[in-house]
């Protein structure tokens, strides 16, 4: 088994999850992936880029949910059952390639049920990242060029659709801090005290494993 830490970060929308999981990835010489999942995904599936994208962290329906474990839990692979529905082949091609890169290197994995996927492996230090709803729409507002009420609706209906995901393919709930090791508010400590707290953390966990 793999020694090395890997690190999941989930994150309300807006609370500056991506950044900070990029900062620390710097600041621990290790790579961060986000959207880059998607492409690895893609390249070891054989499914188009395109298709990842527009599934991306989307809620789907309970039946699905109950197919999508009941086969991932035999071990069937993408590669050798491609006949299941698109949503199903997708959530597996993730979860290949999240628990892959988990063995081959340290890393951190934004989002997509990574810390459910990763749920037996030893290392594993899952965080979530949370924030006031008037800092995360500020923050949305500078990044997407838009205004209060875009930046909240945005806000509420990309967290409740994180929140669908999550829920659906986890035995955990989004957001519950007993749902991760550690919940960091960006509000209260700002993304480079996010960074740090969190840096800590891995450090005295990781040295309790050793």
């Given at each position: 088994m793999s020694k090395h830490p890997v690190i999941t970060i989930g994150r309300q929308c807006g609370s500056s999850g991506k950044i900070i999981g990029q900062k620390l990835a710097e600041e621990l010489g290790i790579k961060c992936y986000d959207k880059e999942l998607l492409a690895l995904a893609s390249k070891n599936s054989g499914l188009?880029?395109?298709?990842?994208?527009?599934?991306?962290?989307?809620?789907?329906?309970?039946?699905?949910?109950?197919?999508?474990?009941?086969?991932?839990?035999?071990?069937?692979?993408?590669?050798?059952?491609?006949?299941?529905?698109?949503?199903?082949?997708?959530?597996?091609?993730?979860?290949e390639t999240i628990k892959e890169l988990a063995m081959k290197e340290p890393c951190i994995i934004?989002?997509?049920?990574?810390?459910?996927?990763?749920?037996?492996?030893?290392?594993l230090i899952s965080v979530f990242i949370s924030a006031k709803d008037e800092d995360k729409i500020k923050s949305l507002k500078e990044l997407y060029q838009?205004?209060?009420?875009?930046?909240?609706?945005?806000?509420?209906?990309?967290?409740?659709?994180?929140s669908s995901y999550y829920n659906y393919y986890s035995n955990k709930k989004w957001g519950d801090v007993r749902s991760y090791d550690l919940c960091v508010d960006r509000s209260s400590v700002g993304v480079d005290g996010a960074v740090k707290v969190i840096k800590c953390f891995i450090e005295e966990k990781m040295s309790r494993l050793s």
């Open positions: 188009s880029e395109e298709l990842f994208e527009s599934h991306d962290e989307k809620p789907t329906s309970s039946f699905l949910y109950s197919l999508v474990m009941d086969t991932y839990s035999l071990g069937f692979t993408t590669s050798g059952y491609m006949d299941m529905p698109i949503n199903h082949k997708l959530f597996l091609a993730q979860f934004v989002g997509r049920c990574a810390d459910y996927a990763l749920s037996d492996y030893p290392n838009i205004d209060d009420a875009k930046a909240k609706d945005l806000m509420v209906k990309t967290d409740k659709q994180r």
